[in-house]
């Protein structure tokens, strides 16, 4: 009977770790002012939408928590939408009126860095904090 019974037990270890799933938080800080809510999109490596977020503030922070991701890397962008009109208000030269930022605090001179110096590895439960460009 143990040696049907060890193997089991090793294959159902095998299969959970291949299964896992990981838990990715994200707290964005350094917001105008609590007014408004924060609009975050999430990606995965290849650029695809995995999921998005509208999250009250509090503080000048907010914070979002994405559940049941497969291990991976992720890119996150985020804008405060101090008015509540769904959307990033720029001005004439398309410049945000409102704060935004990137995973990895990735700005640029003119937009943001390459997709690529987005991405942050989430092999297991991961906080990450994102600064608001104002």
Sequence with gaps: MKKFIIPLLFAAAISSQTHAQVILSVEITDLKSDNGKVMLEL????????????????????????????????????????????????????????????????YGTFGPKPFEEWLVDVSKDTKIVLKTKN
Aim: aromatic share 12%.
């Design 43 to 106: 990606f995965d490596a290849t650029h695809k939408t995995v999921g998005s977020k509208a999250m009250h503030i509090k503080d000048k922070k907010a914070t979002m928590m994405f559940e049941n991701l497969k291990p991976g890397k992720y890119a996150a962008r985020f804008f405060h939408d101090e008015n509540n009109n769904d959307k990033l208000d720029t001005n004439f030269l398309g410049i945000p009126n409102e704060g935004y930022g990137f995973s990895n605090n990735a």
